[in-house]
């Protein structure tokens, strides 16, 4: 599976792994080898972690933990206790090992060290500018959060491609069905 990054933060990548919330909740993440296929995709680390059941749900608890803390500070309430605890405590493990060969830098990490980065963007995204910026998705089915870093921070959409087009597209339908006066 081929994961989409348009966010520029890993954790507004790594949310959508549940795509449209409340509406066809597609998740991306029905295997253990999809989280560590991603982590992959998503350039945190260079080879797949292992990944076991219990992994790929302790995974998902903590994306959704991730996911209601940026709904509480996108919508500017009080965040729960228990996902707070849940988010620090991923924080708190060792990162990836970073080291530079000649073919460049590599990043190998287990599945800690995955989370921990995903964790530790999630608590910066709290404490960065990004906050204050941060928005929904005005697809009514699409539940990303973005940083709108547009111009007059008029940004509608996740992305252009998608939620964008797909708008567009509509307005465009729209105006051609209805007559000029």
Request: hydrophobic share 45%; aromatic share 6%.
């Amino acid at each position: 599976m081929r994961f989409e990054f348009i966010a520029d933060r890993p954790v507004l990548d790594f949310l959508p792994t549940l795509a449209e919330r409340g509406h066809a909740d597609v998740e991306q993440l029905t295997a253990p080898r999809d989280f560590a296929n991603w982590a992959v995709q998503a350039g945190i680390v260079d080879q797949p972690p292992a990944v076991d059941d219990a992994g790929l749900r302790h995974t998902k608890a903590l994306r959704e933990a991730m996911f209601r803390l940026v709904q509480a500070l996108i919508n500017g309430a009080d965040a729960v206790a228990a996902d707070r605890e849940l988010v620090n405590e991923a924080a708190a493990g060792p990162l990836p090992a970073l080291r530079l060969e000649v073919d460049g830098v590599h990043r190998n990490g287990d599945l800690d060290a995955v989370l921990a980065v995903l964790a530790r963007d999630c608590l910066e995204l709290h404490a960065s500018d990004d906050r204050l910026a941060l928005r929904w998705c005005a697809d009514e089915h699409c539940t990303r959060a973005f940083v709108d870093r547009s111009r007059g921070a008029r940004r509608r959409w996740c992305g252009m491609r998608g939620c964008g087009d797909r708008a567009k597209a509509a307005a465009y339908r729209q105006r051609r069905r209805t007559p000029i006066a």
